[in-house]
Every structure is written in C-alpha cells, then in structure tokens.
C-alpha cells in the first residue's frame, strides 16, 4: 500500500523495496533450485549454511510488509476522515483477496480450472486492512493493545496438520493455522499466511504512523525507532534463549557451533512466532532509524521497487513462472510440466531431476529483478504524473 501525501517517507519506500527484492530469492529458489524437490531449505539435518541463509532472509518481507502498510495507512488517512478511511481499506482489501483468487493465483500455477487456491501474502494483506479498517475507530492505544495482543498470543494455537473437510476447522486454519483444507471434492485451498499475527502486525504499524507524520520531529522519530528495535531484538534474544515453545532440535545439530547458530536463528514463522515477530520488525525499526537520510544513486534504485509493491508482486511471479518453462524445456521436459494442479511444484513427480545449483538460482534472481526495473520505474513515473486517477490508488 502506497502513501498518498506529497512527502513521502524515503526510507519507507526504501525498505518496502528491499523486502521486494528479497521476497523475489524465494520465489526464484522455488522454481529453479533442484534441492526443493527433497527437502525444506531449513531442515537443519539436511541443509547447508548458504541455502539456510537462502531461506532465511526472506522470513523478514511478509511481516514488515504488512507493517508498512499499516504505517502507510494512517499516513494517507492524514488526508481522509476516519470514515473515508476505512472505506478505502475495505475496499482495497476487498480488492486484494479478488487479486489472490484470480491474477495471482493464475500466476502460481497456469492452472485455467483454478483447482489448488493457495491464500498467500496477499490474501492475508486484504484481510488485515478490512480488519484494521474496523480498528481504526477505536481509540489508538486501544488498537495497540488489540495488536499486540493479536502478535503475542497467537503461538499458544496449536496447529492442526491434516487436510480437512471441515468448514468449522478450514476457518481456523485461516485465522491461525498453515494449513490445506477443502469445502468438496473439486477445490482444495492452502493458507500460506496465518491471519491472527498479521492483523496484530498491521494494527501496530498503524500506530507506529503517527511518527511518520509531516509535522514529527525527525530526532525523536529516530529516537523511538530505535528504541523500539534494541528492545525488540533484546527480547527476541531473551525468547531464544528460554527456548521453550515451539521445538527442540537434535543433540546432533546443537553439537557444533554452526549448528547452534543456524538452531538460534530456526525461528517458526508457520505460525508465526512472538520471536520471528520481533526479529524481523526489530530489524525494520533500526532499519527505518539509520536510513531515513540517506539518498544516492542505489538507494534511489531500490526505491523504485518500493513505491510500486504491488504492481512488481503481480508482474514477478509471472515473469519467474514463465523463465521456469523455459528452463524446464531446456532441460527435457515438456512445458506442461510447470502446469501445477492440485500439487506443489516441489511435489511434482514429472519434474524430479529439474532444477539448478544455488549459484544459477542467484544468477536468475538478479536477472529477474534487473528486468523488472524498467516496467517498476516506467509504472512509478506514470502514476506520479496520474495522481488524478483514483484507481492508481488501488495498484
């Protein structure tokens, strides 16, 4: 979600660009990395330390994206009344879960009978700004204790793991839970994104908006973030620490320092945990904190990115699905082979023996997002110059 105001906050722009460029590894590694097809990236008896770290890094875009949005929320209700606001992210939430059902689901899998819907990132976006936009009637601290709240309890549900009919259990996997569950035997759905934490996350970033405001001091603002990451991470140290609520690893792995490392950092974000949580907006408080004057020729770059989130998310995962048929071919498979129905691409008998090393994967990712640049920057300038047209509100 973009802020509307005529002073945009660079480093806002600037970060949401970097998650968008990180976001882009993992879809990349899914497609062409030949490992996908045997085992989880973060499976720390199976895994090496340059394909964690692969993974990793993008555990921190979904959370800091909704956290953004949140922030970028109640800076452009600045120019809206509270009701004008909340009909906007109706609206446009709305419009993201009809995004998800159809242009972004399409993308995942060129799937033409929709079978397989996968509730992802998006999905949860447009549930979290449909809930926030019933929050942001409510006194501030009360929607600040309502998200942390939201963000701190939610790792006490306990995950249900079988694929189920049930319409009672598909709606708390929604709400809680990564999770496949089918209302009938002709579609099957698959939440990607727990609901609870991000709509915590979300109603904190709304409130973190009110130091991004025109008028707020830029020393005091840099002063609470950073305050707010130290403590984030510190407690996010302290929670890793105590090791006490989400697994326990093999003596096996805790027996070198790697190992206890890579364990250390083994955060769960399915669901999300209070520790992933605070680690990763921990890190966009600093990050916001320290980067909020700097301006050149690369940071300009990656805002590019950052100032049309949603525009690049939709174009990305096409563009890589469609490179993926290409290299599939290339590697003697029919095209076919990257029509996904009712499975994951990892799943896929016909495509095992598929696949490249990491090295080909990082050389594929810069490629993609270097493409992408053009068409990011040319959207960007459009809408700059277009700010009378409503709908590039919604883009």
């Not at 970060?15 to 968008?20: A, S």
């Not at 950052?306 to 563009?319: A, K, S, T």
């Given at each position: 979600m973009n802020t509307l105001t005529p002073n945009r906050?660079?480093?806002?722009?600037?970060?949401?660009?970097?998650?968008?460029?990180?976001?882009?590894?993992?879809?990349?590694?899914?497609?062409?990395?030949?490992?996908?097809?045997?085992?989880?990236?973060l499976d720390l008896e199976k895994t090496n330390i340059p394909l964690f770290f692969t993974r990793w890094i993008t555990h921190?875009?979904?959370?800091?994206?909704?956290?953004?949005?949140?922030?970028?929320?109640y800076i452009s209700g600045q120019r809206k009344t509270t009701k004008q606001l909340a009909v906007f992210l109706v609206k446009r939430g709305l419009w993201l879960i009809f995004l998800e059902f159809t242009v972004v689901n399409f993308s995942w899998f060129f799937d033409i009978h929709f079978s397989f819907i996968q509730l992802g990132a998006i999905w949860s976006l447009g549930i979290s700004m449909i809930c926030l936009a019933g929050l942001i009637f409510l006194p501030e601290k009360w929607i600040l204790a309502i998200g942390l709240l939201l963000v701190s309890t939610n790792y006490k549900v306990d995950q249900i793991h079988n694929l189920t009919n049930s319409t009672s259990e598909?709606?708390?996997?929604?709400?809680?839970?990564?999770?496949?569950?089918?209302?009938?035997?002709?579609?099957?759905?698959?939440?990607?994104?727990?609901?609870?934490?991000?709509?915590?996350?979300?109603?904190?970033?709304?409130?973190?908006g009110q130091i991004f405001s025109k008028d707020f001091n830029p020393l005091k603002r840099r002063r609470i973030l950073l305050i707010l990451g130290s403590f984030s991470w510190i407690l996010f140290v302290a929670l890793r620490i105590i090791n006490g609520y989400i697994y326990y690893a093999p003596q096996t792995i805790l027996s070198t320092a790697a190992g206890r490392i890579l364990y250390f950092l083994n955060f769960s974000k399915y669901p999300p945990s209070l520790d992933y949580i605070l680690c990763t907006v921990g890190f966009a408080f600093l990050f916001l904190a320290f980067t909020e004057n700097i301006t050149n020729r690369f940071t300009k770059i990656i805002t590019v990115y950052?100032?049309?989130?949603?525009?690049?998310?939709?174009?990305?995962?096409?563009?890589i699905h469609l490179i993926?048929?290409?290299?599939?071919v290339a590697s003697g498979h029919p095209w076919s082979d990257m029509i996904i129905r009712n499975i994951w691409i990892s799943e896929s008998p016909n495509l095992k023996g598929y696949g490249f090393n990491l090295f080909v994967v990082y050389l594929i990712w810069i490629f993609i997002v270097a493409a992408l640049y053009p068409l990011c920057k040319m959207y960007d300038r459009y809408k700059s110059e277009h700010k009378d047209k409503w709908w590039l509100s919604y883009m």
């Open positions: 906050i660079g480093s806002i722009d600037l970060l949401r660009g970097v998650i968008m460029i990180i976001m882009a590894l993992d879809h990349t590694r899914y497609y062409f990395h030949a490992d996908v097809y045997f085992f989880n990236p921190f875009c979904a959370p800091i994206f909704v956290l953004l949005a949140g922030t970028s929320a598909g709606i708390t996997a929604l709400l809680h839970n990564l999770k496949s569950f089918s209302p009938g035997d002709l579609l099957k759905f698959f939440h990607g994104n727990q609901l609870t934490p991000y709509i915590g996350v979300m109603a904190f970033g709304y409130c973190l950052g100032r049309v989130p949603l525009f690049y998310y939709l174009i990305h995962i096409y563009f993926a048929m290409v290299a599939a």
